[in-house]
């Protein structure tokens, strides 16, 4: 049998406090046992965990990995100001006037993630 991926891990400064952005981002939860100040935190949504581990290191380059998110029940364009709204900020707007594209945000801790189209959107365009 091949391997699965277990978990997605993103090193960072504040486990518990990017876990808590990614948990509302991913309308996932947070462990039971993962406390502030714990040094490292999982989210679990959907099948993959998302493991937020404090390294002491400063994040200086761009992601050489990121996440794709893709809006499960609204709008790509809704779905960008719900995560505006909940702390991240934009990078790179790459949307199109004929409605393609996506949306490049930075988390909290700058780590970049893009928001492409919902699958409902992706039928009708």
């Known amino acids: 049998?091949?391997?699965l991926i277990r978990h997605i891990t993103?090193?960072?400064?504040?486990?518990?406090a990017l876990a808590t952005f990614w948990a509302k981002a991913l309308d996932g939860?947070?462990?039971d046992d993962d406390f502030p100040g714990d040094p490292e935190v999982l989210v679990t949504a959907g099948a993959t965990g998302v493991l937020f581990i404090r390294v002491d290191d400063r994040k200086t380059?761009?992601?050489r990995v990121h996440l794709d998110l893709q809006p499960q029940d609204r709008t790509r364009d809704e779905e960008v100001e719900r995560l505006l709204?909940?702390?991240?900020?934009?990078?790179?707007?790459h949307r199109r006037p004929d409605g393609l594209g996506w949306v490049t945000l930075h988390d909290p801790e700058g780590n970049e993630f893009c928001v492409e189209r919902s699958a409902a959107e992706r039928q009708t365009g």
């Open 10 to 16: 993103i090193d960072c400064a504040d486990p518990y």
């Open 61 to 63: 380059v761009k992601n």
């Open 29 to 31: 939860a947070l462990a």
């Open 85 to 93: 709204a909940l702390g991240a900020t934009l990078q790179g707007d």
């Open 1 to 3: 049998m091949s391997s």
